[in-house]
């Protein structure tokens, strides 16, 4: 049971570059979440998802977009890469009803220059 | 709007002594919360949660947290603090009906040997 896996684990890109994060999981979670993180300042939700096919923004949005076509699966794609999006990207996943607690990935360390 | 504040970057404690650290919200209505743990380099990990009923609740790695409605907190404590306790301590809430949950800037904890 790998729980929620990420790729990639690092990445640098070039201001103006696109990419996409990859988050998976494999516990028929309906709740997927997506975070970023920066030093003193926690976890800002960018987006999130409450089943496939439904997507909500988050407090963070702009600049990315995603989408949710299986109950697995949910990228996050960053368009016209900044160097505000230099962070750690965290995807989660949790079963809602009364349990609601989240289960972390890894994470993706990205750097914009 | 809702929040939640851990008023403290970082609590210093000696190994063995009991540890505290703090942790206030605000929202309207009922309120789920929760803690999690972050170790160097990985994603956040559950610790525990209130939802209802008693108001100490006990979680992972002997922590417990006390619920306390008048004074709006949720405290993490242990008895008796270990080395590998020191991580980054964060404090989470949700509002029922709501899918996101809110987390504070956490709380860096250093166990002194």
């Known amino acids: 049971n790998a729980g929620v896996t990420q790729t990639p684990k690092f990445r640098i890109l070039k201001i103006g570059q696109s990419m996409t994060l990859q988050c998976t999981q494999d516990m028929n979670h309906n709740y997927m979440y997506w975070y970023r993180q920066d030093p003193g300042m926690g976890l800002k939700l960018i987006y999130y998802s409450v089943g496939a096919g439904i997507t909500d923004k988050g407090e963070v949005p702009n600049g990315y977009n995603v989408s949710r076509s299986t109950t697995e699966d949910f990228p996050l794609r960053l368009e016209l890469a900044a160097p505000s999006q230099t962070s750690v990207y965290f995807c989660?996943?949790?079963?809602?009803?009364?349990?609601?607690?989240?289960?972390f990935g890894p994470g993706t360390r990205l750097t914009v220059t | 709007a809702q929040s939640v504040a851990q008023p403290e970057d970082q609590v210093n404690v000696a190994e063995g002594n009991p540890l505290t650290v703090k942790c206030t919200y605000s929202?309207?209505?009922?309120?789920?919360l929760f803690w999690y743990v972050q170790y160097p380099n990985r994603g956040l990990q559950f610790l525990l949660k209130y939802i209802t009923g008693d108001n100490l609740v006990k979680g992972s790695y002997g922590f417990e947290a006390e619920f306390n409605k008048s004074q709006t907190s949720f405290h993490l404590k242990k008895p008796s603090a270990l080395v590998s306790d020191s991580a980054l301590y964060f404090c989470?809430?949700?509002?029922?009906?709501?899918?996101?949950?809110?987390f504070g800037k956490g709380t860096r904890l250093h166990i002194l040997p």
């Open positions: 929202v309207s209505g009922n309120p789920y």
């Open positions: 989470a809430v949700r509002v029922r009906r709501d899918d996101k949950i809110i």
């Open positions: 989660a996943s949790g079963s809602g009803g009364t349990t609601y607690e989240q289960y």
